[in-house]
């Protein structure tokens, strides 16, 4: 009786965890359905929980400058605390995707959170309720609030529904766009207004009045910005820097930057052509972090965000005392410790602010051909095991390494390294890697807090500087006396090419005579893409039909070469940063539980599994790897192909669509001599998992399975199953998705239509309720304009299926009396 009750345990399993993966789904976290449009994983949105998700789901978590932890509790997650907390995705890891385990599944809740700085307390956590039975499952929730204070967005994060607010702010606003004589526009804008007491913080997401046109691209000219108040007869006041610290501000409707970049025209200005940046990938929110410092008596411990006041007290509850000595043994501080701060002015005396940005902009001309501009960013962080902000101890007690020899009250930070494995995409996203050969570098931009002395960039084999920046304080009592108002922005005329795998410094000295908390050494390169935009490619949208005929020779490959299973410790921070290198260390140090478990450190808990799988013998199936890969990497040719409407992305998608719906295939002619070995598309003889997608060669069937060979009869080899098993569950949304073009809230009012045929009359097939997906995900509407899979083909887990429960009772049944069966008989035997 054990052995069939050990036999149909193990055979029911196996039999019914296919079932567990039948309806996967993908949570965009982040994502808000109500305005088609997804914030992504960042600071200042309220998240709320997200509900009706089950074991097999996924969450993709997209962001820049932040990271994703897996906290231990509720009550972690409750008061930030990431103490036995697990990383699982660092700094510049965008996109990840997460899927639900069976140990979630058994907790019931769980919850995730951004480690950088203070992003947990304002905000960027989400919690996971999950089902215990598919049958409970309806549609999966999941919903974001704009807007909201933290006292607020915790009071509502378990709200089933949520709302897209700005509490008690007058929203944001343009002015009409002003044509000059010229023909280029000119419009200034207001964000949201902000109220804030006397020594009062502001860390939250604003939505923003976009300034650019919504149908079309234009060619960016001058962005300035500063923060300014509104008198009783509505005309405008600025605001001096020491009345309204700007911490920094993220976001890209104007660059965001501190209290440096206010009224500057240097870091936003126009490019000489054939270089500008170009409008449409902007979100139409920013991130402000702002202190009122009124009535504060010091002002540098509040602008610091400092966790000890002078006398070392904590400033606040939440404070721990053994934070004392993190910077030195001077205290600690940074965003986290950005606390309202003590003011000789009664609370009730508020004042409002707003942004007021101010834009120019012109349409494209038939003879433009404009490369694009695109930013490139880097920090000393890393340096010193941290994300983005760092302390500065003071001199006495700063480490010897950090000093400069000849200085030994500087702070001299130095990073040295290939420039691609230094600078990141936009804001701290993918690492440059091997996007090209070269950089044309044409502005350095530098951000840096009170105390900086100089940053620079410079070439690590001559010495020779890249980018210089100086800084420049104010001096008026009345305005700015003490603050950091202006750092130097280099310009580079004609641009300064270097090899993207050149080896460069990046340089941040610091005045350590005494000590500075929270401070950040951030540089923004803007180089020219070689990505040319000229006037007939600005919309944002494709219009696209079906073709009659499938080109099979558009259809992406499957990999002629092994799909391995790798080892990625060495990418990870814990290798980077934590020095933990090699699989064999990492597994068997005493922090580790093994493989399947955890390595513990003061960083983050990592999933041994999740950096060593080829050690630790936990790879995907080799079908599974290939299946994956293909979707990734036909994924990454759409989004380079189609990031304007080309004509060689509009004949992409359409052949997409073509070959989704079942159109004639076309397939390539068979060569007619004889060859040595086959010339496929797709795979070659001695691959066998690749199989042959198409032979160019001579061919033979060996049994019933078409086999490449050199002698023999010539054969049309068709489409490789898993290229037709993508394309059928996923070419109808992606062609849809990559249609689109520029950021998403464009298109939040698009009318999703019907697919027509290019000879002419719509689509009988086609729905209009397809909704964009990714490559492993399908939806209702991709089945019903794609033929059902034939018999004996089946979904691998993961790959998301249309099937009910109901279609499944009868094979199911029969399936479960064969494996019992099996069973009774195997214990006869």
Not at 198 to 204: K, L, S
Not at 724 to 731: D, H
């Amino acid at each position: 009786l054990k052995s069939i009750v050990s036999c149909l345990n193990m055979s029911w399993k196996l039999v019914l965890l296919p079932l567990a993966f039948a309806n996967v789904v993908k949570v965009e976290v982040g994502r808000d359905e109500v305005q088609k449009r997804s914030y992504g994983w960042t600071e200042g949105i309220c998240y709320h929980d997200i509900r009706g998700v089950l074991t097999g789901d996924q969450l993709e978590f997209s962001f820049s400058g932040h990271n994703v932890l897996k906290l231990a509790s509720g009550e972690h997650f409750q008061n930030c605390d990431f103490r036995d907390s697990m990383e699982i995705a660092a700094v510049g890891q965008s996109p990840f995707v997460y899927t639900i385990s069976e140990e979630d599944g058994k907790a019931g809740t769980i919850f995730f959170a951004c480690g950088v700085g203070s992003h947990c307390l304002n905000q960027q956590k989400v919690a996971v309720q999950i089902l215990q039975s598919s049958e409970d499952r309806d549609e999966p929730s999941f919903a974001i609030s704009t807007g909201l204070d933290s006292n607020t967005c915790n009071q509502n994060r378990g709200s089933a529904a949520a709302e897209s607010l700005t509490i008690g702010s007058v929203p944001a606003q343009c002015e009409e766009p002003v044509e000059a004589p010229d023909g280029s526009f000119f419009r200034t804008c207001l964000s949201p207004s902000v109220t804030l007491t006397p020594g009062g913080v502001i860390n939250r997401n604003q939505m923003m009045a976009y300034p650019f046109p919504t149908d079309r691209r234009v060619i960016l000219g001058m962005r300035t910005w500063e923060f300014v108040t509104k008198t009783s007869d509505g005309s405008i006041d600025t605001v001096p820097v020491n009345q309204l610290y700007v911490h920094h501000l993220s976001g890209n409707v104007i660059l965001g930057q501190g209290s440096e970049g206010i009224r500057r025209t240097r870091p936003d200005a126009p490019y000489n052509e054939p270089f500008s940046l170009v409008s449409g990938n902007e979100m139409d929110w920013m991130i402000f972090h702002l202190l009122d410092t009124r009535g504060v008596d010091d002002w540098l411990e509040c602008i610091e965000c400092r966790c000890f006041d002078a006398q070392g007290h904590p400033r606040d509850s939440s404070v721990n005392a053994s934070w004392l000595g993190a910077g030195g043994a001077d205290g600690s501080g940074g965003i986290n410790c950005c606390f309202n701060c003590t003011s000789s002015i009664p609370a009730n005396q508020t004042l409002t602010y707003y942004m007021r940005y101010n834009v120019s902009y012109r349409d494209f001309g038939p003879s433009d051909h404009i490369d694009q501009v695109r930013m490139l960013t880097a920090d000393m962080s890393p340096l010193l095991n941290r994300a983005l902000e760092y302390d500065v101890p003071a001199w006495n007690v700063l480490p010897v390494e950090q000093r400069l020899p000849t200085n030994l009250k500087v702070q001299h930070l130095v990073r040295e390294g290939p420039f691609n494995e230094l600078f990141h995409h936009d804001f701290f996203g993918k690492l440059f890697g091997n996007e090209s050969e070269d950089v044309a570098i044409l502005r350095c931009v530098g951000h840096a807090h009170v105390a900086a002395i100089g940053m620079w960039i410079e070439d690590a084999e001559t010495g020779e500087p890249i980018c210089t920046h100086n800084m420049y304080y104010g001096s008026n009592p009345e305005e700015d006396d003490g603050y950091l108002t202006r750092i130097s922005v280099e310009d580079l005329n004609p641009p300064k090419v270097i090899a993207a795998n050149h080896r460069v410094r990046i340089v941040a000295d610091y005045n350590a005579s005494s000590y500075h908390t929270g401070v950040m050494g951030m540089f923004f390169l803007f180089y020219g893409s070689h990505h040319i935009v000229t006037q007939n490619i600005t919309a944002f949208n494709a219009e696209l039909c079906v073709p009659q005929s499938c080109d099979a020779l558009r259809l992406p490959e499957v990999s002629g070469g092994t799909v391995m299973c790798l080892d990625t410790l060495d990418d990870h921070p814990a290798c980077k940063f934590g020095g933990v290198c090699g699989c064999d260390n990492f597994v068997n140090a005493p922090e580790s539980t093994g493989c399947g478990g955890v390595y513990a450190s003061s960083w983050g808990d990592v999933e041994i599994d999740s950096v060593c799988a080829d050690y630790c013998g936990s790879c995907a199936s080799t079908e599974d790897l290939i299946r994956a890969r293909l979707a990734e990497d036909f994924e990454e040719k759409l989004a380079k192909l189609c990031e304007f409407p080309s004509a060689d992305c509009t004949a992409e998608l359409q052949n997409l669509l073509a070959c989704s719906m079942d159109r004639e295939e076309i397939v390539p002619e068979c060569a007619t001599t004889t060859v040595d070995t086959c010339n496929l598309i797709g795979g070659t003889c001695a691959d066998p998992n690749a199989g042959c997608s198409f032979a160019k060669c001579r061919c033979q069937d060996v049994g019933e399975v078409p086999t490449c060979a050199v002698n023999g009869i010539c054969k049309l080899w068709g489409i490789h199953p898993l290229v037709r098993e993508l394309v059928k569950k996923s070419g109808v949304a992606l062609a849809r998705k990559y249609s689109k073009f520029g950021s998403e809230f464009l298109h939040a009012n698009d009318v999703e239509r019907d697919f027509c045929n290019c000879s002419g009359g719509c689509s009988a097939t086609e729905t209009t309720t397809t909704t964009t997906t990714t490559t492993t995900t399908t939806t209702v509407a991709d089945s019903e304009t794609s033929p059902s899979s034939s018999p004996g083909e089946s979904s691998s887990p993961g790959e998301p299926s249309t099937m009910s429960l109901a279609d499944t009772r009868g094979p199911l049944l029969l399936s479960l009396l064969v494996v019992t069966s099996t069973c009774v008989m195997e214990w006869i035997r």
